[in-house]
Nanobody, 127 residues
């Protein structure tokens, strides 16, 4: 089992920045990739970004490219999501997830590729 705990959400004005953190514990040696998803009220959960745990290669949803950056610190078992130039449409609950299957950017854009999920952290961007 892997436990994930997100932090760093909050209220920010449009154009501002936030950095989300996701701390992993438990059997983290099995983790091959981690990702961030978000879900706004009344909408489906959508992919934001993913990272290969070992190699560090990254993948982003098109709408986040250039604004968001995913990174990881393997020594701290933590993955980060730096979010810049935030927009009101970025308002959502952001979830961290970890997968144990081999990392491929295409598959790790899909929620079904993940085995473990955090509880989520709310991000609200005011206009």
């Amino acid at each position: 089992q892997v436990q994930l705990v997100e932090s760093g959400g909050g209220l920010v004005q449009a154009g501002g920045s936030l950095r989300l953190s996701c701390s992993a514990s438990g059997r983290t040696s099995n983790v091959r990739g981690m990702g961030w998803f978000r879900q706004a009220p009344g909408k489906e959960r959508e992919f934001v970004a993913a990272i290969s745990w070992r190699g560090g290669s990254t993948n982003y949803a098109d709408s986040e490219k250039g604004r968001f950056t995913i990174s990881r610190d393997t020594a701290k078992n933590t993955v980060y999501l730096q979010m810049n130039s935030l927009k009101p449409e970025d308002t959502a609950v952001y979830y961290c997830a970890a997968g144990t299957a081999a990392y491929y950017s295409r598959t790790y854009a899909l929620p079904a590729s993940y085995d473990y999920w955090g509880q989520g952290t709310q991000v609200t961007v005011s206009s």
